[in-house]
């Protein structure tokens, strides 16, 4: 995996962004938008992939990473009136400190024991936001309001309501996050996390402190949720309770499975597959979720490795 | 001289199994000590306790004039003890680079080269003839040459002691051959804990043999003199194939 043809990977992610560029400006406004959106979702996959692809660690709470973004920069901006960019930080931050203070606690338990414990978590974090109603909005949730959403860049100022701005910024987010994992998982500290995932106690016994290491996984798979959350807020302006309710931390993991768990590109094509399926079939019928579901027992059936592991397994093995 | 090595009153007990029993050890440095009996004698258990990967039941184990006792494995393994595992436990998915990349990329302390990396494994691999294989899954490696990565996986560690739990097992003739040259050279710069049924291997490697039988200890002297040792006969050498 590590050894396997740098260069290859490399000028297939740069492709993959050189396309999202292009497509900014072929596409017809409505999937412009939408676009845009998975893009910011895709961030959250990928996060989602750092701890559950690589690391084989199943956490049905990371919601509660999105959510501490998309509140920490929402409140930023409403509450404290902070800049755009401040905003932004401050919502990876809580991300980051979240998931550190998480990491401690369940990172003590694995298996079954982790999905529960991080769920808990994450129930608690959900109960939170309705209990703080006054600050949070409660289950109404907040709207950042337009004239706040603004980037100031010197003279110049971008409005993140702006289509293309905003497509743009997503854009950025997304290649930023798709170089910093791929370099992540080519790095040494890749190979050990895929070491932990596929024997953890060997791991130790070649002098590896695998609590440390899972620990950092967390951090930085919940920092990027956490940037994800706090993009969404910034560019979509809508803060919500349900971000943070069970149904967010199961999707990003569905996501990864849809497009491949532990491939790079899994969950931009696992968040894309995902809606363009759902936006095909609400097209159709009511009872499109369904239909969804239907889909996904079968991907899981005969393609349990998703679409980007499947056809690394058959057709392309450097597949990164 | 001070033992590199030393374990006092050594036990562990499964439910009501006493697997290791008030084993009292000591191994210098530099030497290399074959550990014999037979099936179920205690031998995985004692070396467990001794890396770490188990703890005692009681008794304290001191390794290099410190007492490691309650240290986990991991910092166990950085002080020098690297262990081979009986079961083959190599990363089956990763390729046999990676799973000798792993121990290689550890014992470099701060940031060096990529090169460096590649440099170590392939010498840990050349070593160990694995060399033109580095690129198979390990899961699809033959298991004599299983045992061999993990024995590779071993080297890389750079251990001061190196525990060999049955390394020979499922070697074909001509790979014990070299294995035994591996082992000497091996020993050259480390202290060798070799558990191991082949006698002629032990025969012609160890300094010193100890034999365990119910978790105790129940000999230990020179290849020559346990050879001739009734006790040891009756126990092991009688019952071996
Ligand atoms: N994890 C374990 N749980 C219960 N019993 C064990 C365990 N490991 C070893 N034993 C028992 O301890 C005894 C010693 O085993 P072991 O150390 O593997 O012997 P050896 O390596 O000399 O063949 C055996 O009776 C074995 O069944
Ligand atoms: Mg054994």
Redesign the pocket.
């Given at each position: 995996m590590s050894e396997a043809s740098p260069a290859k990977a490399y000028t297939l992610h740069l492709g993959v962004i050189a396309l999202l560029f292009v497509l900014s400006f072929l596409l017809p406004e409505y999937y412009h938008g939408l676009l845009a959106r998975i893009m910011v979702l895709a961030v959250f996959a990928m996060g989602y992939n750092m701890l559950f692809g690589y690391v084989g660690l199943l956490s049905l709470g990371h919601a509660m990473f999105f959510a501490a973004g998309l509140y920490g920069a929402g409140l930023a901006v409403i509450q404290l009136g902070w800049s755009v960019p401040l905003a932004f930080l401050g919502g990876v931050a809580c991300g980051a400190v979240l998931a550190l203070v998480i990491g401690l606690l369940a990172l003590r338990t694995t298996g079954v024991a982790f999905m529960i414990v991080t769920m808990m978590f994450a129930q608690v974090f959900y109960l939170l936001i309705l209990y703080f109603a006054t600050w949070t909005g409660g289950d109404q949730g907040m709207v950042v309001p337009q004239p706040a959403r603004v980037l100031s860049l010197g003279a110049t100022s971008l409005e993140l309501t702006n289509p293309t701005v905003r497509y743009m910024t997503a854009l950025g987010l997304f290649s930023i996050v798709l170089l910093i994992t791929s370099a992540i998982v080519r790095s040494r500290y890749g190979r050990v996390l895929v070491a932990i995932r596929e024997n953890e106690e060997r791991t130790k016994m070649l002098g590896y402190d695998t609590f440390s290491n899972k620990l950092a996984a967390v951090v930085v798979s919940g920092t990027i949720c956490a940037a994800s959350g706090a993009a969404y807020a910034l560019l979509f302006g809508y803060v919500g309770s349900s971000f943070a309710s069970v149904q967010y931390s199961i999707l990003p993991l569905l996501w990864v499975l849809l497009g491949g768990a532990a491939t790079t590109l899994g969950p931009l094509i696992g968040t894309l597959f995902m809606y363009y399926v759902i936006d095909i079939t609400s097209g159709y019928t009511s009872a499109y979720l369904l239909i969804v579901g239907i889909a996904l027992i079968l991907l899981v059936l005969f393609f349990p490795k998703g679409i980007l592991g499947s056809i690394r397994q058959r057709w392309l093995g450097w597949l990164p | 001289m001070m033992p590199l090595l030393t374990t006092k009153g050594l036990s562990?007990n499964?439910?009501g199994?006493r697997?290791?029993d008030g084993v009292d050890f000591a191994l210098m440095p530099g030497e290399i000590r074959a550990v014999i009996?037979?099936?179920?004698?205690?031998?995985?258990?004692?070396v467990?306790l001794v890396s770490g990967r188990?703890q005692p039941s009681s008794g304290m184990i001191v390794f290099d004039g410190a007492d490691i006792t309650g240290l986990p494995a991991y910092i166990r393994v950085r002080q020098g003890i690297a262990y081979t595992f009986?079961i083959t436990s190599v990363f089956a998915n990763l390729s046999a680079y990676d799973n000798v990349a792993l121990p290689v990329q550890r014992t470099l302390s701060d940031g060096r080269s990529k090169g460096a990396v590649r440099t170590g494994v392939m010498a840990a691999l050349e070593r160990t003839g694995l060399a033109d294989r580095a690129h198979m899954p390990a899961g699809q490696l033959s298991y004599g040459h299983q045992r061999l990565l993990e024995v590779a996986m071993g080297l890389a560690l750079k251990p001061r002691l190196l525990i060999l739990?049955?390394p020979t097992q499922g070697l074909a003739d001509s790979e014990i051959d070299n294995f035994i040259t591996l082992v000497r050279e091996i020993a050259k710069n480390a202290t060798v804990l070799l558990?191991e049924h082949n006698m002629p291997v032990v025969m012609q490697l160890a300094d010193r043999i100890t034999v365990?039988n119910a978790?105790k200890i129940l000999a230990e002297d020179t290849p020559e003199a346990i050879r001739e040792n009734a006790a040891v006969q009756e126990a092991y050498l009688g019952t071996a194939p």
């Open positions: - | 562990r499964f439910g199994l697997a290791v009996g037979p099936n179920g004698a205690g031998k995985t258990t004692f467990s188990i009986q739990d049955e558990i365990f978790g």
